[in-house]
């Protein structure tokens, strides 16, 4: 399970790299990972200190830090 929710982080940390700043909605359309999967792959990417959350007009917004 871990190597999967390693792989998804991956495919965000690309995503945003390469897109910049998104909300959660854009990043599940957009690299066709299912909802849950995106929120874990934000989690490792949290701690490990790799991305921000923000909240910009009701949307969560994840960046690269």
């Known amino acids: 399970?871990?190597?999967i929710i390693g792989t998804n982080a991956g495919i965000i940390w690309e995503y945003l790299d390469k897109h910049g700043p998104t909300t959660v909605a854009k990043l599940i359309r957009e690299t066709?990972?299912?909802?849950?999967?995106?929120?874990?792959?934000?989690?490792w990417l949290a701690q490990e200190g790799k991305v921000t959350i923000e909240l910009v007009n009701r949307a969560e917004t994840i960046a690269l830090k």
């Open 1 to 3: 399970m871990s190597d």
């Open 32 to 43: 066709e990972v299912d909802e849950k999967s995106i929120q874990r792959g934000i989690g």
